[in-house]
């Protein structure tokens, strides 16, 4: 029974002290995000809602993104990212690894 008790009040520790410490800010949530910069791609050989879901899924995956807004009827691609953590070559890229042409960004 003592044992049980020990074992006990010593689980609630560790899960008290595991729960502190994941309480606690990291550096990167105290540092201030960067204003967020939205540009509009202009996107060639995008043809169905597949291509806008294989893009909004690829561009998504960078970090810092925000939203991704894909359009086969304009051909464009509407992005809102923080520039602190990505830039808009990285979104070009992403873009282009789908197997998409980025003719020119706005």
Do not use: W
């Amino acid at each position: 029974m003592k044992l049980t008790t020990i074992l006990f009040a010593l689980s609630i520790a560790l899960l008290t002290a595991c729960s502190n410490s994941a309480k606690q800010p990291t550096e990167q949530s105290q540092q201030a995000t960067a204003e967020p910069v939205e540009v509009t791609y202009h996107v060639e050989g995008m043809t169905c809602d597949h291509c806008e879901q294989s893009i909004q899924k690829g561009v998504s995956e960078l970090p810092g993104i925000q939203s991704v807004e894909a359009s086969h009827e304009d051909s464009t691609t509407v992005v809102i990212y923080d520039p602190s953590k990505t830039d808009s070559t990285a979104i070009a890229e992403a873009i282009e690894k789908r197997g998409y042409t980025v003719a020119t960004s706005k």
